[in-house]
């Protein structure tokens, strides 16, 4: 099975979960400016909200994926308030005609103070385990 990670991130809380989501499954967490040029079964993709949305980077890269090289897309993230970005992902995945996974990772995560330490050890534990879950 062919697996890549991809994340966005503007304070490092996603860049940590996408780490421990990529040694989980062996592979390399790379940003989404790195492309998806091989064809893969799964795309981890980790984003998160901004002032109520996701990244329009995050939209973009969704944007211009090839869905005859993305199987499907995984999503995970964490946010401070809100709920998870899977719905706001999934709408940019059906214009690009990529399945997504059911399956989600959301946690909180710091912002101000907020959620101090968020992802923390249990998290980053947590989402090494739902990608193992996805890729057996
Ligand atoms: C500029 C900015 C705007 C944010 N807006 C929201 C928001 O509208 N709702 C929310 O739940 N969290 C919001 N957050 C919190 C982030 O979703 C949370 O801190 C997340 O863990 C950030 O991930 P990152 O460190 O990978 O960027 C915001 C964070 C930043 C930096």
Known sequence: MKIAVRYYTKTGNTKRLAEAVAKA??????????????????LFLGNSYYAFTIDPEVRRFV?????????????????????????????????????MDEREFHCK????GIHKGKPDAADLAAVAAFAAEIVK
Request: hydrophobic content about 40%.
């Open 25 to 42: 499954v062996g592979v390399e967490a790379l940003p989404i400016s790195e492309p998806v040029t091989d064809p893969v079964d799964i």
């Open 63 to 99: 944007a211009q994926l090839n869905k005859e090289k993305v199987g499907k897309i995984v999503n995970f993230g964490s946010a401070a308030m809100l709920n998870s970005t899977y719905k706001k992902v999934k709408a940019e995945a059906a214009k690009a005609g990529i399945p």
């Open 109 to 112: 995560g710091e912002f101000k």
